[in-house]
């Protein structure tokens, strides 16, 4: 082989020049920002968790709610949910979960609703 033939961009290299790296992901620009002495950053949530209920109908045994640790279960707040929905519309990846079952709770379906036009990187629902 040539000492250019199979390289990227290159005459013999049988394509286009690709347009250029991809930009680095939320995670990256923030590390980036850190490294420079920030402390406050531009970059955007790469993955954000939002429990939305401690409230469960079951009772398995290996659970806190099975064990009656959780002291007052309850639902997250329509209004918080909505007042963190921009967080979540930015973060590359959403985690809807809880110390119970998010199905169950009103926040859990306001916030999918809100998220229904999103293109994600993924969307997670943990149940217990």
Known sequence: MSGTAGRRGSPSGGGPTPPGPAPPPHAVHALQAYARGRVVTAATPSDLILVVTNYCNLRCVMCPQGMREVRR??????AFAAGVRGFLRRAQRVILSGVGEPLLAPAFWDVVEGLRDKAFGLLRIHTP
């Open 73 to 78: 279960p309850e639902h997250t707040p329509l």
